[in-house]
């Protein structure tokens, strides 16, 4: 069973999961940079993002999944994500204010506009992606250790 | 130096950066979460105390988030009541952090430890803070989030139960609490709790608000283990690290349950007779019952956990008598309370270091090996039991005399009664544990660390100082003014909106 689970699923599997993973990715990133003008954001962009790895480490197994993104980057860029919304919100006080948009708002409905809102987007995204994908690997270790027993 | 109301937030942001740069650097660095946990809880300590000199110089601060005008944008508060529960909760948190660098040592992953910890501390200051309710709701859910990890950092076999049933039964209390500040928000179409209160001022209280009442006392009665909601405290608080366990049960519960319990309703819905009878006999049953199940325990920490219950039991009667004087009793009971419970977790968890034990019917003699936690176990017992020159003793005073004033001869009857039993409670683990003859299998072990017992010391001092706070100079910038922001009751609304529109 383990084995199985190493060498990931049968050639079609990976030849399809080889051709879309890149598009989930992409997409992702869009939903994250188009949070502020379309629905979506963040947490839907960083869960999409999460959603193309574990694509990746149920097609072809743990393996190749945690050599693209190990544990320590998954746990690293949690921890970034949630420092670096704490460090806009912080920049605020430049202007005088906790969580000040102080960055010039731009015109409505383009992508540069908004001010700090694609920012908090992004550090959004890091910090569910990644903590997304770090609940999954754990959850998948913890199978395989039961399994071992 | 006093603080700007645009500062804040900074009872926040520093324990949650502290609690995020732990989890990057904390696993490379040996010595950085030790550091980090001490420095970060110091920091927040020296700012509330800041706090109450702040506002006894310039008054309320009301502090908008992101520049948005409330009662639109976020608020956060600062009167007497928050500068009060800031430093109760960061005291016991700085002398915890310093007690947890020895004691953690034997747990594997002790960064974890110290991301989950401050991130609970940021919780609990943000409940404390906040001038929001929805925003109350979401700190209130990050510390019991934190706490549920905590209970089972252990992860064994009965930890991770313990904390399963501390995760189920305090989300049934967090839904209730959802549920009631939805109701809330579709009657007053407002979630700034100074302009709830306005709004309820005005339309009057339906039964809407009645719905709503019985929906809080529920939700928060079940995160402060008020009697019939008390199922999950013995378990989940002895299972916890000794520094957590010391955590949950002095501040947690309170902050979390007692504080957000009479901030609605006496500031946002105001008290009435049926509310202040139920809030009292509440706290009589929880008295009363939690002192009686605790002198039947042999763990020690378990028996900690049960007088949790009681004498958050004598908080609820103190505040819930509606009087100014019984008001200032419960409110100084709350603060004590934290102190010797604190310490005597602390203790237990000292016990614990050196023996590997918490059953009293293995120990015995500890004194003569560890005179050091003996002492201070002995301070925190007489506390606790309400020994004359000690904190407890006075706090528990003013409640019993409050409760003779308000002509409430029952109920003070009963906190008499209960207060016997714990002396008598306590007199049971001095002997079993610190007196009488030392068994042969402990004449070998060590007085703990010296930072352990520096922050045992710390509390202990405390305990013996605290009694000094009833003094009229102590007593007029530091409890009336918590007290007074409760008396007050509704007025709330009106300083607070005053406030906002300057």
């Known amino acids: ?149 | 130096m006093i603080l700007q109301s645009t500062s804040l937030p900074l009872f926040v942001v520093l324990p949650l950066a502290g609690a995020f740069l732990v989890s990057i650097a904390g696993k490379k660095i040996k010595a950085f979460p030790d550091l980090m946990g001490s420095l970060t809880t110091f920091c927040v300590l020296v700012l509330s105390l800041v706090a109450v000199r702040t506002v006894n110089v310039s008054g309320v601060l009301v502090s908008s988030i992101g520049a948005w005008k409330p009662p639109i944008g976020i608020a956060m508060v600062l009167d007497g009541l928050t500068a009060f529960m800031l430093v109760t909760v960061n005291l016991v948190a700085f002398a915890i952090a310093v007690f947890a660098i020895d004691y953690m040592e034997k747990f594997t992953s002790k960064w974890k430890f110290y991301t989950l910890f401050l991130l609970m501390l940021a919780g609990m200051n943000g409940v404390v803070i906040s001038g929001d309710i929805f925003n109350m709701f979401v700190f209130l859910e990050i510390a019991s989030v934190a706490s549920y990890a905590l209970v089972a950092f252990g992860t064994e076999r009965q930890e991770l139960e313990a904390a399963f049933k501390y995760a189920v039964m305090s989300t049934v209390g967090s839904l209730f609490i959802l549920l009631a500040i939805v109701f809330l928000y579709s009657y007053t179409s407002s979630l700034n709790m100074a302009d709830i209160a306005g709004v309820l001022l005005e339309k009057g209280t339906g039964n809407i608000v009645l719905m709503i009442s019985v929906l809080f006392i529920m939700g928060f009665g079940l995160k402060a283990a008020l009697v019939p909601f008390h199922a999950w405290l013995p378990d989940a608080h002895p299972s916890a690290p000794a520094p957590i366990s010391a955590m949950l049960s002095g501040v947690l519960i309170k902050s979390l349950g007692v504080y957000a319990l009479v901030r609605i309703f006496f500031s946002i819905i105001g008290l009435t007779p049926e509310i202040s009878s139920i809030l009292m006999s509440l706290g009589v049953l929880s008295m009363v019952i939690g002192v009686c199940l605790a002198i039947g325990q042999w763990d020690f920490k378990r028996l900690l956990a049960y007088h949790s219950i009681s004498q958050i039991g004598y908080v609820v009667l103190g505040i819930g008598l509606g009087t100014p004087l019984g008001i200032l009793g419960g409110l100084f009971h709350l603060l004590n309370h934290s102190l010797f419970k604190s310490l005597l977790f602390l203790n237990s968890g000292a016990v614990e270091y050196s023996t590997g034990t918490r059953d009293l019917k293995k120990m015995g003699g500890l004194a003569k090996r560890m005179p050091f936690t003996s002492g201070t176990c002995l301070t925190a017992s007489m506390s606790i039991a309400g020994i004359p020159p000690f904190n407890g003793f006075w706090s528990k005073l003013i409640i019993i005399l409050a409760a003779v004033q308000a002509g409430r001869y029952g109920f003070a009857f009963w906190a008499v009664l209960a207060s016997l039993l714990t002396l008598a409670s306590f007199m049971k683990v001095m002997k079993y544990a610190f007196f009488g003859q030392l068994r042969e299998r402990w004449s070998q072990i060590k007085e703990v660390p010296m930072l352990m017992r520096l922050s045992m010391a710390f509390l202990a001092l405390l305990c013996v100082l605290g009694g000094l706070l009833c003094l009229p100079q102590f007593n007029q910038i530091f409890l009336e003014q918590a007290a007074n922001v409760l008396s007050e009751g509704t007025e709330y609304a009106s300083i607070i909106l005053q406030r906002i529109s300057q």
């Open chain 1, 1 to 149: 069973m383990s084995k199985e689970h190493e060498q990931g699923m049968s050639l079609i599997v990976k030849t399809i999961t080889r051709l879309t993973v890149g598009l989930i990715l992409l997409y992702g990133i869009y939903i994250v940079s188009h949070g502020h003008v379309s629905p979506g954001g963040g947490f839907a962009g960083g869960v999409i993002i999460a959603l193309s790895f574990v694509h990746l480490m149920l097609a072809y197994g743990k393996e190749v999944a945690l050599s693209k993104l190990p544990k320590q980057a998954s746990s690293f860029f949690e921890s970034m994500g949630a420092i670096m919304f704490l460090a806009i919100a912080l920049l605020g006080f430049t202007g005088g204010y906790f969580f000040l948009n102080f960055l010039s708002k731009g015109e409505p409905f383009k992508l540069f506009s908004a001010g700090v809102i694609p920012l908090y987007n992004i550090a959004i995204s890091l910090k569910v992606g990644a903590g997304l994908f770090a609940i999954f690997v754990a959850l998948v270790l913890l199978k395989f250790e039961s399994e071992k027993k």
